[in-house]
């Protein structure tokens, strides 16, 4: 497609549950990020998958997350046990380099 | 962890008046971007200077970088109700893989 898919756009679970949030990036694009913004903050970073080389996962906050790409192409960002603090909007980037196009996020409720 | 620290956290400014916001940062970087983020979702690439450029036009926007003071200014020149939103700078670092984002500057342009 022409930009940067995500999906669902709002997800509401309850506390407990294990979410699983979409990223399909522009066709081509070889770098893809995952970020979470919660409320009124900055991005802050979660995770980077850049071709076919390791993902940086050093922005993980728990081993409750997770995140994978597969053919290079659409990533999965799970989150297990889900807790109030998740909440937020998780926002996905893809690049050629710079600069990121972004997807309109997915915004997390947990209730 | 972010780099980019902006200031002011929020301005409100009368239609036709200039808007400056202004960004530090603290390691070295390769590049400087600014983005745009309408109602708390995806955000929008503005402009992007390298750190070998000290000043960057696009349109009614003017960003300077000074990398011996670590900051960068974006001025959004005779402003429109349409500019409101928060912008933040977003640093390349010299040694990373990944944009580190600021906390945001909230722009209310008042009609």
């Known amino acids: 497609g022409a930009g940067v898919s995500q999906s669902p756009s709002n997800k509401v679970t309850e506390k407990g549950k294990d979410v699983e949030l979409r990223c399909d990036p522009i066709?081509?694009?070889?770098?893809l990020y995952w970020y979470r913004q919660s409320l009124g903050q900055g991005l802050e970073f979660l995770i980077y998958f850049q071709g076919n080389s390791a993902p940086d996962k050093s922005g993980l906050p728990s081993d409750r997350f997770s995140a994978e790409r597969t053919g290079g192409s659409v990533s999965t960002l799970t989150i297990q046990r889900t807790q109030q603090e998740d909440s937020a909007v998780y926002l996905c980037a893809s690049s050629a380099g710079r600069p990121y196009t972004f997807g309109s996020g997915t915004r997390l409720t947990v209730v | 962890s972010q780099q980019g620290e902006e200031d002011p956290q929020a301005l409100s400014i009368q239609e036709g008046e200039n808007a400056t916001m202004n960004c530090s940062y603290k390691?070295?970087?390769?590049?400087l971007q600014w983005y745009r983020q309408n109602s708390g979702r995806g955000l929008v690439h503005l402009i992007l200077i390298r750190s070998n450029e000290r000043e960057k036009h696009s349109g009614r926007l003017r960003v300077t970088l000074d990398t011996s003071k670590k900051s960068s200014s974006l001025l959004i020149t005779a402003s429109r109700a349409a500019d409101t939103a928060s912008y933040f700078c977003?640093?390349?670092?010299?040694?990373?893989?990944?944009?580190?984002f600021g906390a945001g500057t909230i722009l209310r342009v008042k009609s």
């Open positions: 977003a640093t390349d670092e010299e040694y990373g893989n990944k944009l580190v």
């Open positions: 066709s081509g694009h070889t770098a």
């Open positions: 390691t070295s970087i390769n590049n």
